[in-house]
């Protein structure tokens, strides 16, 4: 499938295949910290199915969302580390 | 904001979901089946971006037909009087109102924190599997499978299909064990062909048993692992860890519900099994449970608790006599496999040290915790279990590493708005 | 054995006589009936606040805030007690007068406090909604992370000598021995019963002790800046009123970054799960006095029963009918701060010694009174 799907990743241009969640995403973009945990470790994910919390980021302005839960749409605007 | 009602309420779109749904939905009951992920089929038959193909497609097709309705990227996060649930959808909440609710959440993997999980790059094995069927590219990265369980050796299959560079499934169950459970699954043919075909299918692939990561290593990601057994340890440099201990269920709606989880076993009246749980029968004669979460099984018996629960539910006699043996043969499988991959206490705890981080949310490390007497106390205490997963990892980890008990889910099991419960209101419409 | 003091309770309250019963050499049996450190201490808030409804309670909470604070250098990091003081707010002229009237009457007494018009209110608190009257700044109040306080003063009183039982529910009190519902036997010269709502298993607390039920939600760690404990000035209405349900604005601001968010109190009802109705208008509350509250995410809702007397006083002393139980109980909401003064005052009567505060307004004999 094309990489027909733009997004923004820390306000980088990025591209993608529709159906791509958005934890996806951000690996294939080489993203390892998608969260920065209470003593400041990065964090990415790790249950992939929505049970650990780890690969929250924030998408479209709103924040601690599971981007394993979440398909990349296009324009979509991530954030990271937070 | 609107209630929505319906006769039967599905919670879990997986195989026990689907299949209740569509037994309930076939005797002409209004269902409605919300999943907390953006596609129906649950982890097993997770859609390869978002293709469901299969008995998923099947069962999807045929509810479609029914007119179910599908409410994807829903969760349950409250129960509400008067038979109720609060669920959320896109940032939204809204109250739905049932008769018989279906609680078919399935199950997560199970997780046992050892030095270096937290670091970028360890995965859970299915949880790996669901990040590439999500569209991550994982051709030519370094993968090491380890944990316990059957998950581990279809997981190792699928990485490899997918081009990843797979260099050993470190199971931490002893080869004898193994022996027996293969014997076990001679008895159930169709189990027996699926473990041989997972077998040819990762060959080429080390399989250590009695293997276990003992610690993992990386600057700002995973670089590389010390795994011990048999006398033995070794440093592999991987990318990628996919790590599981099998499956724990997701109890916590069930819990919410007041249905009582024990032991991995939620004892619920459920049309058949009621003779397990008479005292409850009365309190929960419209709650049934199908699936994982009332015990791990595997699909086959997901499926034909899902049908039972749905024909229950929809008030119809079921084939009970033929449902019953085909349950007990499953049930002897299951509890075989559930022997089989049971966690040696000792081994864990070994692998433990003082600043091992148990609970990720919090970041409580392990010494913090040990001399605790039970899981609320720790909790209270340390903050493990406290934060945005409400203990959905720590929780069984430590079930596993102390035999603490951990039911005390408080609402709303994942986390909500303030704003959208300042909207809140119970009036109807 | 015989234990020279049985205590009943292993919240604050039996924690705190616990430490202070072995610090003067008595020997101590402390019996939780839970797995964990009480049910209302575990649910509470760990607000240390002077309140002033009457003047039995000014004394008793004036003197607590001074013992906390005594205490406060002891305490482990982790019991995270942070003199953050509160602002009491007023949402109008007619609750500027009461921030008048309260601080006239801490001026007289000597309690510091300082009246915040308009414009010094935002400034102490910027993330407050605009157009708020103005507040009372109470300075010495504080908050602390009371379970860890609690397991504290109980470990301190282990080390001290006393032994700790959980899972030990009481079935009966009479003077000199307490029966638990498993059959054990437990002799003590003296039984303290600082049970809280469970303290009705005495028959003459049971006619006086009610549970007034409460919710309380903790958010997500967030970013935006609580600098003090925020009351809505309506919380001394919501707090008198003693049979309608009520609720108030009420945040505290946790050393994590977290938003503990009240609060609500309702009679009537023993079922301890959350009621969303008043969830929802707790938050509506929130959201319309702090408004940045409603863009933070909850993680956790539950609920307490406080035990709440007739008259808003505890009952601190010896129970009539009896030679040597003790009750310790009723606090409603003021358990965690008034917990120090509570055992203080228990210990003196133990030891028939004088009080730092007068201890008969808290006395059990008013039950039959």
């Known amino acids: 499938m094309p990489d027909s799907l733009k997004f923004k990743i820390d306000g980088v241009e990025h591209a993608t295949s529709p159906g791509t969640t958005v934890a996806s995403a951000l690996l294939n973009a080489g993203v390892t910290a998608f969260r920065t945990s209470v003593t400041g470790e990065p964090r990415a994910p790790l249950c992939g199915m929505g049970s650990c919390f780890e690969c929250r980021v924030t998408i479209d302005g709103v924040a601690n969302v599971r981007s394993c839960l979440e398909m990349v749409r296009e324009g979509m605007e991530i954030e990271t580390g937070g | ?429 | 054995m015989t234990y020279d003091v049985a205590i009943i309770g292993a919240g604050i309250v039996g924690a705190a006589c616990a430490d202070r019963l072995t610090a003067e050499g008595m020997s101590v049996c402390v019996l939780g009936a839970r797995s964990q450190y009480g049910s209302a201490t575990a649910a509470g808030m760990g607000h240390i606040v002077v309140m002033d409804d009457s003047e039995a309670q000014f004394a008793l909470t004036s003197y607590s805030q001074r013992l906390w604070n005594e205490l406060s250098a002891e305490l482990p990091p982790e019991a995270e007690f942070e003199n953050c003081g509160t602002l009491w707010i007023a949402s109008d002229e007619a609750e500027m007068e009461e921030v008048d009237r309260k601080f006239w009457k801490y001026t007289e007494v000597g309690l510091a406090s300082e009246i915040l018009d308009q414009r010094s209110l935002r400034s102490a608190e910027p993330n407050l909604r605009k157009g708020l009257s103005g507040a009372l700044r109470v300075p010495g109040d504080s908050v602390v992370y009371q379970p860890v306080a609690t397991s504290f003063l109980i470990s301190r009183a282990e080390t001290s000598g006393a032994s700790f039982q959980r899972d030990t529910s009481v079935s009966m009190v009479i003077d000199g021995l307490v029966e638990t519902w498993t059959g054990e036997r437990i002799e003590a010269e003296r039984i303290v019963v600082a049970a809280g709502c469970g303290s009705t298993l005495l028959p003459e607390l049971a006619r006086v002790v009610r549970p007034r039920k409460g919710h309380l939600l903790i958010t997500e760690r967030t970013s935006t800046k609580v600098n003090h404990q925020l009351v809505e000035l309506g919380y001394l209405k919501s707090a008198h009123g003693t049979e309608r349900d009520s609720i108030a604005f009420n945040i505290q601001p946790r050393k994590t970054g977290q938003l503990l968010i009240g609060s609500s109190r309702q009679y009537g009802s023993e079922d301890p799960s959350v009621d969303f109705e008043i969830v929802g208008k707790m938050m509506k509350r929130a959201v319309e006095y702090f408004p940045s509250a409603g863009n933070t995410n909850a993680t956790r809702i539950w609920t307490g029963f406080r035990p709440a007397t007739p008259d808003g006083l505890p009952y601190i002393g010896k129970v009539p009918g009896y030679e040597n139980v003790y009750a310790a109980t009723g606090h409603e909401g003021l358990g965690i701060t008034t917990a120090l003064g509570t055992a203080a005052l228990i210990v003196d009567e133990v030891l028939g010694r004088e009080s730092a505060i007068p201890k008969e307004p808290y006395s059990p004999r008013r039950i039959d009174a």
């Open chain 2, 1 to 429: 904001m609107a209630e929505r009602r319906t006769e039967i309420l599905v919670i879990g779109g997986g195989p026990a979901g689907l299949a209740a749904a569509e037994a309930a939905s076939s005797h002409g009951k209004r269902v409605t089946v919300i999943d907390e992920n953006p596609q129906f089929g649950g982890q097993i038959w997770r859609a390869e971006k978002q293709k469901l193909s299969g008995k998923a497609k099947e069962l999807v097709d045929a509810l479609e037909k029914n007119d179910v309705e599908l409410i994807p990227s829903c969760t349950c996060v409250a129960s509400l009087p008067e038979k109720r649930i609060l669920a959320l959808s896109q940032g939204r909440t809204f109250p739905i109102a049932y008769d018989k609710v279906i609680i078919a959440t399935g199950a997560r993997e199970r997780f046992i924190p050892f030095p270096g999980w937290t670091l970028p790059g360890v995965f859970g094995a299915g949880g790996l599997q669901a990040l590439v069927k999500g569209g991550y590219d994982i051709s030519g990265k370094r993968i090491v499978v380890a944990g316990t369980g059957p998950l581990l050796l279809a997981v190792a299959a699928y990485l490899k299909k997918k081009g990843g560079n797979v260099l050993m499934i470190a199971e931490q169950a002893s080869a004898k064990n193994l022996f027996k459970l293969g014997l076990a699954t001679l008895k159930v043919q169709g189990k027996f062909l699926e473990a041989v075909r997972l077998r040819f299918a990762t060959l080429g692939i080390k399989y250590s048993t009695g293997s276990s990561v003992t610690s993992a290593r990386g600057k700002d990601a995973l670089e590389e692992i010390t795994v011990e057994g048999n006398g033995k340890s070794s440093t592999i440099e991987c990318d990628l860890l996919a790590t599981g201990y099998h499956l724990t269920g997701n109890t916590e709606v069930a819990e919410l519900l007041d249905v009582f989880a024990l032991e991995g076993m939620v004892i619920a009246y459920d049309g058949q099994k009621a003779a397990t749980a008479e005292d409850f029968l009365y309190e929960h004669e419209d709650i049934f449970c199908a699936g994982e979460l009332a015990g791990i099984g595997g699909v086959e018996k997901a499926l034909l608790e899902g049908r039972r629960a749905g024909l229950a539910a929809a008030g119809v006699e079921g084939d009970t006599q033929e449902v019953a043996a085909e349950e007990e043969r499953l049930g002897r499988f299951a509890s075989a496999m559930n022997r089989t991959f049971e966690l040696d206490r000792d081994t864990l705890l070994e692998i433990m040290t003082d600043d091992t981080i148990v609970c990720r949310c919090e970041d409580v490390q392990f010494g913090k915790i040990k001399d605790c007497d039970n899981f609320i106390e720790a909790k209270l205490q340390t903050r493990i279990g406290m934060g945005s997963c409400q203990g959905r990892v720590c929780g069984s980890a430590c079930e596993a590493l102390f035999g603490w008990g951990t039911n005390s889910i408080r609402p709303p099991i994942i986390p909500l708005r303030v704003s959208e419960l300042a909207n809140f209101t119970t009036e109807k419409d």
